[in-house]
Nanobody
Framework: VQLQASGGGLVQAGGSLRLSCAAS????????VGWFRQAPGKEREFVAA????????HYADFVKGRFTISRENAKNTVYLQMNSLKPEDMAVYYC??????????????????WGQGTQVTVSS
């Protein structure tokens, strides 16, 4: 599976962006997908995850109520809608795919495939 993240950019605080994670491969619908982010000088941190059929979703506490993860398996794409953006949300955002699933969805090492990242910049 190859992943390509896009949709990042510059936005004012309070604004919105929608990130996309486009995947190659006909079996993408069987993969768990996560979004992570990494700010300069900080470790990569979990943002959100979604199971293959979209029926179970997890969020980091700091994005609950502001971000929404979704997927369109027919388009091999997972989205991250980000609303009410804050300066502290500024980071490179990565999507990742994991075939096995499980309880460790917040850990980067769980995921087998990664996209290249897309920069999100939030001005105050």
């Amino acid at each position: 599976v190859q992943l390509q993240a896009s949709g990042g950019g510059l936005v004012q605080a309070g604004g919105s962006l929608r990130l996309s994670c486009a995947a190659s491969g006909r079996t993408f619908s069987r993969y768990h997908v996560g979004w992570f982010r990494q700010a300069p000088g900080k470790e990569r941190e979990f943002v959100a995850a979604i199971v293959p059929n979209g029926g179970i979703i997890h969020y980091a506490d700091f994005v609950k109520g502001r971000f929404t993860i979704s997927r369109e398996n027919a388009k091999n794409t997972v989205y991250l809608q980000m609303n009410s953006l804050k300066p502290e949300d500024m980071a490179v955002y990565y999507c990742a795919a994991d075939y096995g699933g499980g309880i460790h969805y917040t850990l980067p090492d769980t995921y087998d495939y990664w996209g290249q990242g897309t920069q999100v910049t939030v001005s105050s």
